[in-house]
């Protein structure tokens, strides 16, 4: 059979590009919690292998509590864009698995390159959620130190950054802190960006600059089915994660709703990669419960039965379905959880509207390293012009 | 260049002195492009350095000028100091997103916590005969970008000199290189020599009647031009501005209120280049000592012609003798 006259049909050959929609564990998708709340095996990947009953309770626990605290910042933060206090929010509701199972894969020594929307990996890097808002609320342009966390400021040029996270892996390359073998040592990367930056030239020259030169970094895909108001299928003929073969190294597809099986599947990517073993692709399969932004309508382009299907799968109800289920956690457990979340979410309201704006002279600092001539001589002419009126600030 | 502390050297030879010798001062120095290594560049100008400083350091990229700038952001943030080799100026456009959007932001978005010192060598401009895409001259592109600096060198000593001094700058600068002048003049290199300051423009021929401002290509130019009108008895001033990101002004406002005139020229188009900037300061600052207008001598307002006919498009010694005569007659 083939399509428009020539060529294979490209389900024959890569299978359907949608299976994964619809099963709980089409074969290409690496599932360890069902939507359910049922722990599934999956003959690669595996979670919890070694550990306590008791130490894998406390780990599941604390996956639930991320995810938890990682909704409260976007929902607070989505309210504080609808009263006026930030000017935008990139909403990741719905995405917390895929964000939390890959932030805490992550050791001290790794390093990562987010997109806008990484809310969840900030969080599990030390970021204060509060310098996440300063970005939106138009602040700063990112209020976080990117060395003291290992984790880069936010990249608004869809893909770029896959780049700068392929040039930084090379460096670790360079600096001998991949495949020594010792733990505290070898480090990775990882370059977050979603199904619409696929198609950007960008992240496919990053991704042959990675197999070239077998740089430790996991390409973390983000396919939450939707750029803007594009779907996958306008960037996409075969499921994303199977692109990673034409360029030489291994693509994963993970149930990005999943929080034990991105933190399975990620874990071992970026194992491979400290190993000295060369770049993933992980393709965590997911959704975007939200808007692209707070400034779009996906009602005008996408159906509500979709987001309701999408409903059933939510993270952080499976989770918190298994942990019950199994009596690994009390309602004491859930109750505290959600006390934290209530005073993280009045800590990031109140700090929100108490972020005071920069100093209009601060848009002169740090153009440059050294400052040159005719920034300061720029920079001295508008001071002096704000001296001139009466009551100027200082 | 322990062995030789004296030579008569190309600019394509300087720059590879000056390579080596930033190499072999910081570890943490490495080039980056396409048939830099074992090729020695298109233009030779990294050649021998990856057989001494090995792959590592000298790395051959995929053909991808996106990728080798925006992976070169990356070196730089881990704490390395990337020197990426861009083919041909004409070439440097994939990677103008990479290049306007992240490298001159870096330090402006990070409040100055992750600055990227790195450097972007261009090999710019025409007269060698190329096809399209192989001669152009993209400086104003990233001299009107906040957050790179851009210089130009014109000579072998400077060549040497500059690209050493870009290396160590703590800012991103785009290097740019008159590859016309590669193989064409030797010039006796000392290395013991104190050099200026990197951002600096240089009064490079003393003279009297009016201002010549050029840099890159058109100082060999300007320099015959004044050669020229000497023997009609006019007296040019010629300064090499070498920086053109951020402008050293003060040789040249020094000049023109001697002079009262100023000529500018350069190869890329007349309109919003360099020129326009220069003759927009130096009315500003001159006003009351200028006897005429400055004038501009550029490339025509056109997609870089096909090279049997760019002769007339390149400013020459005759457009630039014809503009300070226009100057004069004022």
């Given at each position: 059979m083939?399509?428009?006259?020539?060529?294979?049909?490209?389900?024959?050959?890569?299978?359907?590009?949608?299976?994964?929609?619809?099963?709980?564990?089409?074969?290409?998708?690496?599932?360890?919690?069902?939507?359910?709340?049922?722990?599934?095996?999956?003959?690669?990947f595996?979670?919890?292998?070694?550990?306590?009953?008791?130490?894998?309770?406390e780990?599941?626990?604390?996956?639930?509590?991320?995810?938890?605290?990682?909704?409260?910042?976007?929902?607070?933060?989505?309210?504080?864009?609808?009263?006026?206090?930030?000017g935008i929010?990139?909403?990741?509701?719905?995405?917390?698995?895929?964000?939390?199972?890959?932030?805490?894969?992550?050791r001290?020594?790794?390093?990562?390159?987010?997109?806008?929307?990484?809310h969840?990996?900030?969080?599990?890097?030390?970021?204060?959620?509060?310098l996440?808002?300063?970005?939106?609320?138009?602040?700063?342009?990112?209020?976080?130190?990117?060395?003291?966390?290992?984790?880069?400021?936010?990249?608004?040029?869809?893909?770029?950054?896959?780049?700068?996270?392929?040039?930084?892996?090379?460096?670790?390359?360079?600096?001998?802190?991949?495949?020594?073998?010792?733990?505290?040592?070898?480090?990775?990367?990882?370059?977050?960006?979603?199904?619409?930056?696929?198609?950007?030239?960008?992240?496919?020259e990053?991704?042959?600059?990675?197999?070239?030169?077998?740089?430790?970094?996991?390409?973390?895909?983000?396919?939450?089915?939707?750029?803007?108001?594009?779907?996958?299928?306008?960037?996409?003929?075969?499921?994303?994660?199977?692109?990673?073969?034409?360029?030489g190294?291994?693509?994963?597809?993970?149930?990005?709703?999943?929080?034990?099986?991105?933190?399975?599947?990620?874990?071992?990517?970026?194992?491979?990669?400290?190993?000295?073993?060369?770049?993933?692709f992980?393709?965590?399969?997911?959704?975007?419960?939200?808007?692209?932004?707070?400034?779009?309508?996906?009602?005008?382009?996408?159906?509500?039965?979709?987001?309701?299907?999408?409903?059933?799968?939510?993270?952080?109800?499976?989770?918190?379905?298994?942990?019950?289920?199994?009596?690994?956690?009390?309602q004491?457990?859930?109750?505290?959880?959600?006390?934290?979340?209530?005073?993280?979410?009045?800590?990031?309201?109140?700090?929100?509207?108490?972020?005071?704006?920069?100093?209009?002279?601060?848009?002169?600092?740090?153009?440059?390293?050294?400052?040159?001539?005719?920034?300061?001589?720029?920079?001295e002419g508008?001071?002096?012009?704000?001296?001139?009126?009466?009551?100027?600030?200082? | 260049m322990?062995?030789?502390t004296?030579?008569?050297?190309?600019?394509?030879?300087?720059?590879?002195?000056?390579?080596?010798?930033?190499?072999?001062?910081?570890?943490?120095?490495?080039?980056?492009?396409?048939?830099?290594?074992k090729?020695?560049?298109v233009?030779?100008?990294?050649?021998?350095?990856?057989k001494?400083?090995?792959?590592?350091?000298?790395?051959?990229?995929?053909?991808?000028?996106?990728?080798?700038?925006?992976?070169?952001?990356?070196?730089?943030?881990?704490?390395?100091?990337?020197?990426?080799?861009?083919?041909?100026?004409?070439?440097?456009?994939?990677?103008?997103?990479?290049?306007?959007?992240?490298?001159?932001?870096?330090?402006?978005?990070?409040?100055?916590?992750?600055?990227?010192p790195?450097?972007?060598?261009?090999?710019?401009?025409?007269?060698?005969?190329?096809?399209?895409?192989?001669?152009e001259?993209?400086?104003?592109?990233?001299?009107?970008?906040?957050?790179?600096?851009?210089?130009?060198?014109?000579?072998?000593?400077d060549?040497?000199?500059?690209?050493q001094?870009?290396?160590?700058?703590?800012?991103?600068?785009?290097?740019?290189?008159?590859?016309?002048?590669?193989?064409?003049?030797?010039?006796?290199?000392?290395?013991?020599?104190?050099?200026?300051?990197?951002?600096?423009?240089?009064?490079?021929?003393?003279?009297?009647?009016?201002?010549?401002?050029?840099?890159?290509?058109?100082?060999?130019?300007?320099?015959?031009?004044?050669?020229?009108?000497?023997?009609?008895?006019?007296?040019?001033?010629?300064?090499?501005?070498?920086?053109?990101?951020?402008?050293?002004?003060?040789?040249?406002?020094?000049?023109?209120?001697?002079?009262?005139?100023?000529?500018?020229?350069h190869?890329?188009?007349?309109?919003?280049?360099?020129?326009?900037?220069?003759?927009?300061?130096?009315?500003?600052?001159?006003?009351?000592?200028?006897e005429?207008?400055?004038?501009?001598?550029?490339?025509?307002?056109?997609?870089?012609?096909?090279?049997?006919?760019?002769?007339?498009?390149?400013?020459?010694?005759?457009?630039?003798l014809?503009?300070?005569d226009?100057?004069?007659?004022?």
């Open positions: 083939t399509q428009a006259g020539f060529g294979p049909d490209l389900a024959e050959v890569f299978g359907p590009a949608h299976q994964a929609h619809e099963a709980g564990g089409a074969p290409d998708l690496v599932q360890l919690l069902t939507p359910e709340g049922e722990r599934v095996e999956h003959p690669d595996s979670f919890g292998d070694g550990l306590s009953r008791d130490e894998l309770a780990q599941v626990r604390g996956f639930f509590r991320d995810m938890t605290l990682t909704r409260r910042i976007d929902v607070e933060a989505t309210a504080l864009q609808r009263h006026g206090e930030l929010w990139a909403q990741l509701l719905g995405q917390e698995a895929a964000q939390i199972g890959a932030g805490r894969a992550l001290p020594q790794d390093y990562v390159f987010p997109t806008y929307r990484e969840g990996v900030a969080y599990c890097r030390g970021v204060d959620p509060l996440l808002l300063g970005l939106f609320r138009g602040v700063d342009q990112g209020g976080w130190d990117p060395r003291a966390n290992n984790f880069g400021l936010y990249t608004i040029v869809i893909g770029a950054q896959t780049l700068h996270a392929t040039g930084y892996a090379m460096g670790m390359q360079r600096d001998g802190v991949v495949g020594t073998g010792d733990p505290d040592r070898d480090a990775a990367v990882v370059a977050h960006f979603g199904d619409g930056a696929s198609s950007q030239g960008d992240v496919n990053a991704f042959i600059f990675a197999a070239s030169y077998n740089a430790p970094v996991v390409f973390f895909c983000q396919n939450n089915q939707w750029a803007i108001s594009e779907p996958i299928e306008r960037q996409t003929r075969i499921p994303l994660y199977q692109r990673a073969l034409g360029f190294f291994p693509g994963i597809r993970v149930d990005g709703n999943d929080v034990l099986a991105t933190y399975a599947v990620t874990q071992a990517a970026l194992q491979r990669a400290r190993d000295g073993q060369g770049p993933t992980v393709e965590a399969y997911t959704y975007r419960m939200g808007a692209h932004t707070t400034t779009d309508d996906p009602t005008r382009y996408r159906l509500s039965d979709d987001v309701e299907r999408w409903k059933l799968k939510d993270p952080i109800a499976r989770v918190e379905v298994y942990l019950k289920r199994n009596g690994l956690a009390d004491a457990f859930f109750d505290s959880v959600a006390a934290e979340a209530d005073d993280l979410g009045h800590r990031l309201r109140e700090g929100c509207k108490a972020m005071a704006d920069p100093q209009p002279m601060s848009m002169f600092d740090h153009v440059f390293a050294e400052e040159t001539e005719e920034l300061r001589v720029q920079r508008f001071a002096s012009y704000l001296e001139s009126f009466e009551g100027a600030r200082a | 322990s062995e030789n004296k030579q008569k050297v190309t600019l394509a030879k300087a720059l590879n002195m000056g390579l080596r010798r930033a190499m072999e001062d910081d570890p943490k120095v490495l080039l980056m492009g396409e048939d830099v290594g090729l020695g560049g233009f030779r100008i990294t050649d021998g350095l990856q001494d400083f090995g792959e590592d350091r000298v790395i051959d990229s995929p053909l991808a000028e996106s990728g080798i700038v925006g992976t070169a952001i990356g070196m730089a943030l881990r704490g390395y100091k990337p020197v990426v080799e861009i083919q041909f100026d004409g070439f440097v456009y994939p990677a103008y997103d990479q290049i306007v959007c992240q490298v001159a932001k870096m330090c402006y978005r990070s409040q100055g916590k992750t600055p990227l790195m450097v972007i060598r261009i090999p710019f401009g025409g007269g060698i005969g190329a096809v399209e895409h192989h001669s001259s993209p400086e104003a592109q990233f001299a009107h970008t906040p957050g790179l600096k851009v210089v130009a060198c014109s000579n072998p000593i060549g040497y000199w500059m690209i001094q870009a290396i160590a700058a703590p800012d991103p600068v785009i290097f740019l290189e008159p590859k016309r002048q590669y193989h064409a003049d030797k010039a006796e290199l000392d290395d013991s020599a104190t050099p200026d300051p990197l951002f600096t423009s240089r009064v490079v021929r003393r003279g009297a009647d009016c201002t010549v401002l050029a840099y890159g290509p058109t100082v060999k130019t300007a320099l015959k031009a004044a050669e020229a009108a000497a023997g009609e008895g006019k007296s040019l001033e010629v300064i090499d501005l070498r920086t053109l990101s951020p402008l050293d002004m003060t040789p040249v406002l020094e000049s023109v209120r001697r002079t009262g005139r100023a000529v500018v020229t190869e890329a188009h007349v309109n919003l280049g360099l020129g326009a900037e220069l003759s927009a300061r130096i009315t500003e600052e001159c006003f009351y000592s200028l005429a207008p400055v004038l501009r001598v550029g490339g025509f307002d056109t997609p870089y012609p096909a090279s049997r006919i760019e002769e007339d498009y390149l400013p020459d010694l005759d457009r630039v014809d503009a300070v226009r100057s004069l007659d004022f």
